[in-house]
């Protein structure tokens, strides 16, 4: 069975503080892997799909890479309003993605 | 922007009561699912559609579920015999294509309380 894992569950970082989520999977075969943002009480909001080793997506603070065994989100100097859940999700299969249990991220003045 | 509408974004039910969740998917968009999200949990799969049948569904849409797409917009997931574990969010998604090919998007979610 498909397993997604995120660290750290949470993670406290200074406004311009950068770092870095990260997402293992076990999957019986990549067919992509998608990272959200979810704000407390809301959907998951899309940000990036990767799906292949070595291909890496930016939008504004937020960079996403792929290994063969996981992605990393990099945030670099952060804002508070960058503060949400980040999740990752696979396909399992062709209609159901498989989600880990999200990165809480809070970023302060 | 196109956007997937659910409502009603609240519910309350008793336990046993009979509840529809409305969605209303990204106008071209193809492939329909539900997802629940438990207070605290991680976001599970629940059911897709598509061609007006169920693709897949997990061990959670068990016979108290159905969803059914009875216009040419509207997507709605019904569940009978509510049960106190039925409390959570419930999300709907959609997208153009198999999500192997494309992105899901994601409604704001129906809030559910089975009281």
């Known amino acids: 069975e498909d397993q997604v894992t995120q660290s750290p569950e949470a993670l406290r970082l200074q406004e311009g503080e950068s770092s870095s989520l990260n997402c293992s999977y076990t999957v019986s075969g990549l067919r992509g892997l998608f990272w959200y943002r979810q704000d407390p009480g809301k959907g998951p909001e899309f940000l990036f799909t990767l799906y292949s080793a070595g291909e890496e997506k930016e939008k504004e603070r937020l960079k996403a890479t792929l290994t063969k065994k996981e992605s990393f989100l990099h945030i670099t100097a952060p804002k508070p309003e960058d503060s949400a859940t980040y999740l990752c999700?696979?396909?399992?299969?062709?209609?159901?993605?498989?989600f880990g249990t999200g990165t809480r991220l809070q970023v302060t003045l | 922007e196109p956007e997937v509408t659910q409502t009603p974004s609240h519910q309350v039910t008793q336990m046993g009561q009979e509840v529809i969740l409305r969605c209303v998917p990204i106008?071209?968009?193809?492939?329909f699912y539900w997802y629940r999200q438990i207070l605290g949990q991680k976001v599970e799969f629940l059911v897709s559609f598509y061609n007006n049948e169920i693709s897949e569904k997990s061990e959670i849409f068990d016979d108290r579920f159905s969803v059914e797409r009875p216009d040419g917009s509207n997507f709605t997931l019904k569940i009978r015999s509510t049960k106190l574990e039925d409390s959570a969010m419930y999300f709907c998604?959609?997208?153009?294509?198999?999500?192997?090919?494309?992105?899901?998007?994601f409604g704001q979610g129906t809030r559910l309380t089975v009281v």
């Open positions: 106008s071209n968009h193809l492939y």
């Open positions: 998604a959609s997208s153009e294509d198999h999500i192997t090919n494309t992105e899901a998007f």
């Open positions: 999700a696979v396909p399992g299969t062709a209609s159901k993605l498989t």
